[in-house]
């Protein structure tokens, strides 16, 4: 009797010790298998991301393509290698007072019209307008010296025609703009010039020879001319003047419109 109760608590031990030893097994596998389907699911995803930055890449090169098919070659491959290391392209404008980032002006609304076709934050603009200085004074000075020292991307330049116009020769105002575009050089030689007249206004005779000089010097110099006065109305029209303020000479609310309009496209590709 004795002997048979000591075999069945041997038994009952080895019973005990075997599921104690099987449990555990079972519990390490079900761990391991876990572990192992965790693995693959942050694998999977992984992979999932990164075909999706991928596409997402290729995506925004096919569309940078289109946006870019006005720029220059040089120009274009600069943008495309910063936006894909994710650095801010830089815009700048400098002209007389209507060059502006200021809410309403052609800067602003230029700003707002990158914004939409690239994503924003992807184009900075800035700009700086000098309102009422001469452009022999303002290149004398070097007045434009912090915004080249920016060594922007893009330089927009309005090379002061309409504060010079009865006041200073045509070719004085393209003698300043030849000391303008040596400065450029000089101080941000990377930077892609380009030229665009100021706002036309009601019935203009000899600011039209002014700009007309102007558009043959930059074609000239093998410069970007980007002449936004085909989008504007007939200057000697009635409708100008409600384009341009016909006291300051500025471009009013539908002015501001049309210009940005005509370079948002030319930045755009459209």
């Known amino acids: 009797m004795k002997k ?5 608590y041997v038994m009952i031990c080895i019973i005990c010790l075997g599921s104690l030893g099987f449990g555990n097994f079972y519990y390490n596998m079900k761990l391991e298998n876990t572990a192992n389907a965790a693995k693959k699911a942050i694998h999977d995803e992984s992979i999932v991301k990164e075909t999706a930055e991928e596409t997402a890449i290729k995506s925004t090169e096919v569309n940078s393509e289109e946006l870019m098919k006005n720029f220059p070659e040089d120009l274009a491959a600069k943008v495309n290698e910063k936006m894909k290391a994710g650095e801010i392209v830089k815009f700048a ?4 007072e209507s060059t502006s980032t200021e809410d309403g002006s052609w800067g602003k609304l230029l700003q707002n ?13 800035t700009a700086e307008g000098i309102k009422d200085e001469l452009s022999i004074n303002i290149t004398k000075d070097k007045e434009y010296r912090s ?44 930077t892609t010039v380009m030229i665009q ?6 019935k203009p005779v000899f600011y039209l020879d002014q700009v007309n000089r102007l558009e043959m010097f930059t074609k000239e110099k093998g410069l970007i001319y980007l002449n936004h ?20 000479y500025q471009p009013t609310e539908k002015g501001d419109k049309v210009w940005a309009k005509y370079l948002i496209n030319y930045f755009t590709g459209k």
């Open 197 to 202: 007249p100021p706002n036309p206004i009601y």
């Open 93 to 96: 404008a400098l002209g007389s």
């Open 4 to 8: 048979k109760k000591k075999f069945l």
């Open 147 to 190: 915004l080249l020292e920016e060594k922007p991307d893009v330089l927009l330049i309005e090379p002061f025609l309409l504060n010079d116009n009865g006041k200073v020769k045509v070719d004085d105002t393209l003698g300043s703009l030849n000391v303008l575009l040596a400065d450029v050089k000089r101080i941000s030689k990377s």
């Open 113 to 125: 019209g990158l914004d939409k076709a690239y994503g924003k934050g992807a184009i900075e603009v």
């Open 229 to 248: 006065w085909g989008s504007w109305p007939d200057p000697d029209s009635e409708e100008m003047k409600t384009y341009v303020d016909m006291n300051t």
